[in-house]
């Protein structure tokens, strides 16, 4: 497919447990995004890589937190010790540049609902 | 003080009729505007974008911006029931283009 995609659309887990969501941008963006989104809220930024580096993670809640996009395309958001105030859609976008402009515009994946009991 | 703010709503207009959706943001180094359309249990997608003072037009759809006033605006131009979702207003100051969104207004259009 062209756009972006994200596995799983589902995870339910338990308090205490690691989980990892993963994302696949557009093919040839280098700019990939990771977002939280609460219900009733907007998306929250948590992390943004320019190619395999991490650009920005000052988005990220704490240090349980952590992604890695190790060949520069795919992405994996890891959270270990899942807590219930980690519960959220977590979205993921990509776009061609991380400069303004329409290059810069960002693409949402369907995103993975996790639920953590 | 959120970093951009939106009336949650909900807006409701009848179909046929303008709808129009309100944003300020405070960080007056921001650079880029987004309007995604964000229908319920689906991810968001992008409608308009501007980066300019003044309007923008695509199609149905209207952007206004107005940095010295720190307000975005969008317009729904004969609104329609399948425009029926909460649109996200997002702001970018640049810095790797990252997005601050608004919590979002739910627009219903109804017959």
């Known amino acids: 497919g062209a756009g972006v995609s994200q596995t799983p659309s589902n995870k339910v887990t338990e308090k205490g447990k690691y989980v990892e969501l993963r994302c696949d941008p557009i093919?040839?963006?280098?700019?990939l995004y990771w977002y939280r989104q609460s219900l009733g809220q907007g998306p929250e930024f948590l992390i943004y890589f320019q190619g395999t580096g991490a650009a920005d993670d000052s988005g990220l809640p704490n240090d349980r937190f952590f992604a890695v996009r190790p060949e520069g395309s795919v992405s994996t958001l890891k959270i270990q010790r899942t807590e219930r105030g980690d519960s959220a859609v977590y979205l993921c976008?990509?776009?061609?540049?991380?400069?303004?402009?329409?290059?810069?515009?960002?693409?949402f994946g369907p995103g993975t609902r996790l639920t953590v009991l | 003080q959120k970093e951009v703010e939106q009336n949650s709503g909900p807006l409701s207009v009848p179909e046929g009729a303008i709808a129009s959706l309100n944003c300020t943001y405070s960080d007056r180094g921001s650079q880029s505007f987004f309007w995604y359309r964000q229908y319920s249990g689906k991810s968001p997608e992008l409608i308009m974008f501007?980066?300019?003072?003044g309007d923008k037009e695509d199609g149905r759809f209207t952007a206004q911006l107005n940095k010295a006033s720190q307000y975005v605006s969008l317009l729904i131009r004969d609104s329609q029931p399948s425009d029926s979702a909460t649109y996200l207003c997002?702001?970018?100051?640049?810095?790797?283009?990252?997005?601050?969104f608004g919590t979002g207004t739910q627009l219903k259009v109804e017959l």
């Open positions: 976008a990509s776009s061609s540049t991380t400069s303004g402009g329409v290059r810069g515009t960002q693409y």
């Open positions: 093919s040839g963006h280098t700019a």
């Open positions: 997002a702001v970018s100051a640049g810095g790797g283009n990252k997005l601050t």
């Open positions: 501007i980066y300019s003072n």
